[in-house]
């Protein structure tokens, strides 16, 4: 398999990633396009849905990534194993999540993932991080009540702003009465989930659900 080599960091607000993504034809992505909608934002090589989607088949498993490359070549992989509950898209989460979720069958998405997001370390790049408000506000419009949210980092000031911006929002009540999940509730977990406990390091989790 040939190497995809892509820049670690890209940065959401140049000029190329402005444009908002156009909503693909659901029909043609899923098998089933009705059953409930596990959405994996910033998903990277696009791994761990992968594996959730056969894990559990009898849900629909959606990663976005702004790195084009590791879209196409999720997206083979995907081809290559059959898999009819998994679609990866190529977007950028800060400007196309309102129109991709609103093109989604009514009471659809029921669970998202934000995992080891780009910190961007600076005060000056913290607009280029992907928890805003603004897409708090558009996951608590469209995820289905009872839904949750699950926030992984193992940066702690970065999983700190992640739950203060969901904290934030009326529509989500964290879970576990403000402290970090000690597991990861999922079945699987990301290779960089992996990497930083194989070092010792802590990961800092959260829960929130949609009220």
């Known amino acids: 398999m040939a190497i995809i080599r892509v820049r670690q960091h890209v940065n959401p607000l140049a000029h190329k990633y402005q444009t908002p993504l156009n909503p693909p034809n659901w029909e043609k992505v899923f098998a089933q396009p009705n059953l409930p909608l596990h959405l ?23 990663g976005l990534e702004i790195r084009e490359p590791l879209v196409a070549d999720a997206n083979r992989l995907r081809d290559e194993l059959g898999l009819r509950n998994l679609h990866y898209l190529f977007c950028n989460a800060n400007n196309s999540l309102r129109p991709l979720l609103s093109s989604l069958p009514q009471t659809r998405l029921q669970r998202v993932t934000i995992q080891f997001p780009d910190p961007w370390f600076k005060n000056r790049h913290a607009k280029r991080r992907v928890v805003q408000p603004e897409l708090v506000a558009e996951l ?16 702690e000031f970065l999983a700190v702003e992640m739950c203060d911006r969901f904290a934030a929002n009326s529509a ?4 576990g009465k403000g402290e970090w999940l000690a597991e990861n509730p999922l079945s699987v977990p990301t290779e960089r ?16 659900e949609k009220s």
């Not at 989500?172 to 879970?175: E, Q």
């Not at 989930?193 to 929130?208: Q, S």
């Open 172 to 175: 989500f009540v964290r879970h």
């Open 40 to 62: 994996d934002i910033g998903c990277a090589k696009g791994r761990f849905v992968l594996n959730m989607a056969q894990v559990e088949p009898m849900w629909n498993f959606l």
């Open 140 to 155: 608590a419009e469209f995820l289905l009540p009872g839904g949750i949210v699950f926030l992984q980092s193992d940066m």
């Open 193 to 208: 989930e992996t990497y930083t406990l194989n070092k010792g390091e802590p990961v800092y989790r959260a829960i929130f």
